[in-house]
């Protein structure tokens, strides 16, 4: 015999808490991704910060988002202070979130910060993947240093 399963008072399964905090966390990352895409910054700011206004901890992902959302917009510096507090929070990037930040210094120009970035990730024991080796070579080609 089946275990009846608890439900809410609108008569659907009832929704632990803790699964409730994870979906509204993954519903604001959804958010900042898709308002870096749209290129609409002060927006997705602003939903990274109500993560914490909601006394939600930001993950990985977030902060990726974020960075991203700054690169997109040409926001390179400010992408670089999300990724240095992603660490200080005591979280590891992972390649993606390398990734995006190397977009945006290959995007700009920048080939000798795009270039710590990668010796950054080694030491950190982040393995470049063919995306990243893609942003980097572009960026390469962009700024005629291909040698």
């Given at each position: ?7 809410g008072?609108?008569?659907k ?9 994870k ?7 959804r ?7 749209r290129?609409?910054?002060?927006k ?13 901890t ?13 690169v997109r917009?040409g926001?390179?510096k400010?992408?670089r202070e ?19 930040l ?7 120009g ?9 010796a950054e990730?080694e030491?950190e ?8 080796v ?5 960026g390469?080609v962009?700024c005629?240093?291909?040698?």
């Amino acid at each position: 015999k089946k275990a009846k399963k608890a439900r809410g008072e609108d008569g659907k399964p009832a929704v632990s808490q803790k699964k409730k905090i994870k979906l509204r966390l993954q519903w604001l990352n959804r958010q900042i991704a898709a308002l870096g895409n749209r290129k609409e910054l002060t927006k997705a700011v602003k939903c990274f910060d109500q993560i914490a206004s909601e006394g939600l901890t930001p993950s990985e992902y977030s902060y990726t988002s974020i960075i991203n959302a700054h690169v997109r917009c040409g926001e390179v510096k400010k992408a670089r202070e999300y990724l240095d507090r992603l660490k200080k929070a005591g979280m590891a990037p992972n390649v993606v979130t390398y990734t995006a930040l190397l977009k945006g210094y290959t995007q700009v120009g920048d080939l000798e910060a795009a270039s710590a970035l990668v010796a950054e990730m080694e030491g950190e024991r982040v393995l470049p993947n063919l995306r990243t080796v893609n942003t980097l070579l572009r960026g390469c080609v962009r700024c005629g240093d291909i040698a």
